[in-house]
């Protein structure tokens, strides 16, 4: 009458080739993703309805016309500031759109704005039919941002982030 008791081992969970897959998977995983960075831009569109204020604002506006055959910068509206021609196309590179130049004559615009202390962030990008996406996505690019040293370190300054889009009049016709 004497029931013999067992006793009752605890039941160990043996996860060792679990945690094997887990060390082999996670790495193959994570190598494996695409990171992708996505910036967003905002965009202006023109105003259909102030046409009042429009016409005044027109005349204070920073436009940049980018053409097939190059790059002109207007401030303000109608005064042309630079041409910037396309660079030519060498054994390497195809013919494209000099960001540099631009860049430097975006920031001496900034330049004498600042010393009559006028704080401009718009721009008004317009564009022909026939240029690129790339060189209308490296032309905002441009316009944004550039950048400088500052005290030995390269630093990102904010030129004209307020970007609104448009169609380039017809060469030799007023901007």
């Known amino acids: 009458m004497f029931s ?4 009752m081992e605890e039941a160990d969970i043996d996860i060792t080739a679990f945690m094997n897959l887990m060390i ?5 995983l994570l ?7 996505i910036s967003i ?5 023109p105003d259909l309805t102030g046409a009042q204020t ?22 303000p509206s109608g005064n042309l500031v630079k041409t910037i021609a396309k660079k030519e196309a060498t054994d390497d590179k195809a013919a494209h759109h000099d960001f540099a130049q631009l860049s430097d004559v975006l920031q001496e615009i900034k330049r004498r704005l600042a010393a009559k202390k006028i704080d401009k962030k718009d721009v008004l990008l317009l564009s022909e039919a026939g240029v690129t996406y790339q060189s209308l996505v490296s032309t905002m690019d441009t316009v944004r941002s ?8 390269a630093v990102e ?19």
């Open 4 to 7: 013999k008791r067992r006793e």
């Open 41 to 45: 831009l905002e965009l202006n569109l």
């Open 146 to 153: 550039a950048k400088t040293v500052v005290v030995a370190e």
């Open 157 to 175: 300054v904010e030129l004209f982030p307020d970007i609104s889009l448009g169609d380039a009049p017809k060469k030799g016709g007023k901007s």
């Open 54 to 75: 429009a016409s005044a604002e027109k005349n204070r506006q920073l436009e940049v016309v980018v053409r097939e055959s190059g790059i002109e910068v207007y401030y």
């Open 31 to 37: 190598m494996s993703m695409v990171f992708n960075h």
């Open 24 to 28: 082999v998977l996670v790495p193959v």
